[in-house]
């Protein structure tokens, strides 16, 4: 794939992830915090993806793209030190948030992972826009 194809793929993902922020939102503003959780991991997830698609890689799983990710991107400083913690933190909710009837989602941890994938889509548009 040339850098052309690869750029426009990464800027769709990153719509994508815009998409899921905003699904987020909504969610959370109707108190809906389960799936605004799940919403809000998905705008991490695909803020990554379209980062990754920079590169002639691809992954089936969720847990390869995270681990990938952290490896190349965070421990490498490319990305906030923190980030890491906190894009597994996300992960752990919306699986919580998904697959745990006891599960209660807080108000406040749902706005942090709201928070955390409005940093991760900034993050991703800086990242792709100065990617050459």
């Known amino acids: 794939m040339n ?3 690869s750029k426009e793929l990464a800027k769709h993902r990153l719509e994508q992830a815009k998409t899921d ?3 987020s939102q909504i969610l ?3 108190k809906l915090y389960k799936g605004a959780n ?3 991991y998905y705008a991490i997830f695909h803020s990554i993806k379209a980062i990754l698609s920079l590169e002639p890689i691809d ?3 969720h847990k390869d793209v995270l681990a990938y990710f952290n490896k190349n991107y965070v421990k490498t400083e490319k ?3 923190g980030l890491g913690h906190r894009i597994s933190e996300a992960s752990k909710i919306r699986d919580d948030s998904d697959y745990d009837d006891e599960f209660v989602a807080d108000k406040q941890k749902t706005l942090e992972q709201i928070n955390v ?3 991760m889509i900034e993050l991703g548009e800086k990242y792709i826009e100065n990617y050459n």
């Open 38 to 40: 799940n919403r809000a």
């Open 28 to 30: 959370y503003n109707s």
């Open 21 to 23: 922020l905003e699904e």
């Open 3 to 5: 850098n052309k194809i």
């Open 59 to 61: 992954f089936k799983r």
């Open 117 to 119: 994938a409005k940093e």
């Open 79 to 81: 990305f906030p030190k």
